[in-house]
Nanobody, 125 residues
Framework: QVQLVESGGGLVQTGGSLRLSCAVS????????MGWFRQAPGKEREFVVV????????MHAASVKGRFTISRDNAKNTVYLQMNSLKPEDTAVYYC??????????????????WGQGTQVTVSS
């Protein structure tokens, strides 16, 4: 069983930066495709970014490309989401997710088996 715990959320002004962390326990993070999703009030959960296991390629949602970066520290079994140039529309609860699937689109929430509890990110205008 895999447990995911996010941290690093908070309140930041427009244009600011935050780094979210996702601590993985139970299995090694490098065994999974690791993704970040977000959900704003009244909206569906949406894909943000994924880092693929083994090859470490990444795929970003168009809305965050060039601003958000995902990375993995295998020694710490932690995945990070560096968020720069934040905008009010980035305000949401951010979730870390893990997928053991070998294939899939990985921008759908249904592709992921394990989820963290979420961390709130609020960007003030």
């Amino acid at each position: 069983q895999v447990q995911l715990v996010e941290s690093g959320g908070g309140l930041v002004q427009t244009g600011g930066s935050l780094r979210l962390s996702c601590a993985v326990s139970g299995r090694t993070a490098s065994s999974y495709q690791m993704g970040w999703f977000r959900q704003a009030p009244g909206k569906e959960r949406e894909f943000v970014v994924v880092i693929f296991k083994e090859i470490n390629n990444t795929m970003h949602a168009a809305s965050v490309k060039g601003r958000f970066t995902i990375s993995r520290d295998n020694a710490k079994n932690t995945v990070y989401l560096q968020m720069n140039s934040l905008k009010p529309e980035d305000t949401a609860v951010y979730y870390c997710a893990a997928s053991g699937r070998a294939s899939g689109t990985f921008h759908l929430a249904t592709d992921y088996e394990y989820w963290g509890q979420g961390t709130q990110v609020t960007v003030s205008s």
